[in-house]
């Protein structure tokens, strides 16, 4: 499971105005700085049990209950152990940028919990800031 964050590459180069490798290499530095903004953007709204479509669904009653005998909240945060959004990570070349779980047990149980309370992506607002950020990040 993973979110693509893609470039515009001409309207790089026409900002930056660098070329070749420099280009590259600053243009990469902005990708993973975005990225990892990313990662921080979807574990703090999560942490508030809201994804990107809005506040997350509540857990079942067996499940509530399960949580709280094992003396965790019972609003949903997706957050039981912290492995599975800790295990998140970021990638980059000079043309796109990944957000990624770096363990397949974590990211089969992103993929399930996504399912029922997306949170993994950005909504137009969150991608808004994003672009700011990256572009911010190229000066």
Same mark, same amino acid.
């Given at each position: 499971? $993973?979110?693509? &964050?893609? /470039?515009?590459? *001409? ?8 070329? @070749? *490798? ?5 243009? *990469?530095?902005?990708?993973? &700085?975005?990225? $990892? $903004?990313?990662?921080?953007? &979807? $574990? +703090?709204?999560?942490? *508030?049990?809201? =994804? ?5 669904? #509540? ?8 949580? #709280?005998?094992? @003396?965790? @909240? /019972?609003?949903p945060d997706l957050n039981f152990t912290g492995?599975?959004? @800790?295990?998140?990570?970021? #990638?980059? +070349? ?10 397949a047990t974590e990211s089969k149980k992103a993929a399930m919990n996504d399912k029922?309370?997306? %949170?993994? =992506? %950005?909504? +137009? ?9 990256? %572009?911010?990040?190229?000066?």
């Open positions: 499971m $993973q979110v693509k &964050i893609n /470039t515009n590459a *001409k309207e790089i180069a026409k900002r930056v105005g660098k070329k @070749g *490798k420099e280009l590259s290499a600053s243009v *990469k530095r902005a990708l993973l &700085i975005t990225a $990892q $903004q990313g990662v921080n953007v &979807i $574990q +703090d709204r999560t942490a *508030k049990g809201v =994804g990107y479509k809005g506040a997350f669904a #509540s857990y079942t009653p067996e499940y509530a209950a399960f949580r #709280s005998e094992k @003396g965790r @909240g /019972t609003k492995q599975m959004l @800790g295990a998140m990570t970021v #990638s980059a +070349d000079s043309k796109k940028a990944e957000i990624f779980f770096s363990r029922k309370r997306p %949170f993994f =992506g %950005f909504s +137009d607002q969150e991608e808004r800031q994003l672009g700011k950020i990256f %572009f911010k990040a190229l000066k």
